[in-house]
């Protein structure tokens, strides 16, 4: 491995994997504040255990995908996560002063829904290009696994087109006696055999659902509950 990449990779549990060239200091500090509140609210508050970091590409891009628990959970996967992830949220959320400026800190990607949305896949697609993670929940939704909702085929879609594997996620939150956060990384899935610029439907609902029957496994949702 080249020497640049260990250096990336070793900037898994700060914030500067986030850190741009134009970034002004003021912008770093607010990024390193966030980033220490966050992990240690989440470690005191729901004494957050992380499984499975091996199974995370040292370097090289990589999609990754879990379990859509609710907005309080989302930035775990961010934070936790030991290589830096570009995740895709809805345009709504910027419409939140708050949710914006924390948005922009982490390079949080902007998607219209149901919409063509040409900027973000682009931006989605620079982020892969340039070796990095991008994050989705495929459910769309939060708790769509416990809805019933159809998983959409937006991160197959990514992972098939530009030939990089997906890293499931599953993110169990126990209630018993207190709430607790259990992250699990799964093992890397290779779809390299169904590369296509232009990928069928048949074969990105082959691959999603795949995908999805790994992260309910891995966020150990009881079958009953999906149906």
Same mark, same amino acid.
């Given at each position: ?11 898994? *549990?700060? @914030?500067?994997?986030? =850190?741009? !060239?134009?970034? &002004? ?10 980033? $220490?509140? +966050? ?7 729901? /004494? ?5 970091? !091996? ?30 992830? *570009?995740?895709?949220?809805? $345009?709504?959320?910027?419409? *939140? ?7 922009? +800190?982490?390079?949080? $990607? ?9 900027? &973000?896949?682009? /931006? @989605? +697609?620079?982020? +892969? ?12 939704? /939060? ?9 959409? *085929?937006?991160? &197959?879609?990514?992972?098939? /087109? ?19 956060? $259990? ?8 779809? &390299? ?15 999603? =659902? ?6 309910? =496994? ?10």
């Amino acid at each position: 491995m080249k020497k640049d990449k260990q250096e990336k990779y070793n900037f898994g *549990n700060s @914030s500067k994997k986030f =850190d741009h !060239e134009n970034d &002004s200091w003021w912008t770093k500090v607010q990024r390193r504040f966030v980033w $220490i509140v +966050l992990r240690f609210f989440y470690r005191a508050v729901y /004494r957050i255990k992380i499984e499975g970091t !091996e199974n995370v590409p040292k370097d090289g891009a990589f999609v990754i995908c879990g379990n859509h628990v609710d907005f309080s959970k989302v930035p775990v996967i961010v934070l936790f996560t030991p290589r830096k992830v *570009n995740f895709m949220a809805k $345009i709504e959320l910027f419409d *939140n002063p708050a949710l914006a400026w924390l948005g922009r +800190l982490f390079d949080v $990607i902007p998607v219209k829904r149901g919409k063509q949305d040409v900027e &973000s896949m682009k /931006r @989605s +697609l620079k982020v +892969l290009n340039s070796g990095e993670g991008l994050g989705l929940f495929p459910e769309g939704t /939060r708790k769509g696994i416990e809805k019933g909702v159809k998983a959409k *085929n937006g991160a &197959s879609f990514m992972a098939l /087109r530009t030939n990089k594997p997906i890293v499931p996620v599953g993110i169990e939150v126990t209630k018993k006696p207190f709430p607790k956060i $259990i992250v699990r990384f799964g093992k890397l899935l290779d779809y &390299s055999q169904y590369h296509s610029k232009t990928p069928e439907k048949e074969v990105l609902e082959k691959v999603t =659902d795949e995908m999805m029957d790994i992260i309910i =496994d891995l966020a150990k949702i009881k079958t009953e509950e999906v149906m």
